[in-house]
Nanobody, 115 residues
């Protein structure tokens, strides 16, 4: 059974940093691209960053230069280092993996950026 679990969210002030983690079990983690999405109430879910099995990365324009996605295949874990956080980054951040047959999502972790 595939399980996706995010952690690391919290309340921070503008300009501060957070590191999110996403642990995936029940899949051969190293084979698949992994994504970070975020969503706020009333808004469409947004792709924030992706990392392929070959470690190629993609970032949404709004986070370029501030966020860094990475993965540790030995730990079945993906990370999102978020720096210079802004109030507009407030959202539930979720992991997604597509194994070609099924798309799996975690439940998400809440990030709140507020002074």
């Amino acid at each position: 059974q595939v399980q996706i679990v995010e952690s690391g969210g919290g309340l921070v002030q503008p300009g501060e940093s957070l590191r999110l983690s996403c642990v995936a079990s029940g899949i051969i983690f190293s084979r698949y691209a992994m994504d970070w999405y975020r969503q706020t109430p009333g808004k469409q879910r947004e792709l924030v960053a992706s990392i392929t099995s070959g470690f190629s990365t993609y970032y949404a324009r709004s986070v370029i230069g501030r966020f860094l996605i990475s993965r540790d295949n030995a730990r079945n874990t993906m990370y999102l280092q978020m720096n210079s956080l802004e109030p507009e980054d407030t959202a539930v951040y979720s992991c997604r993996v597509d194994d070609g047959d099924t798309v799996y999502w975690g439940k998400g972790t809440l990030v709140t950026v507020s002074s």
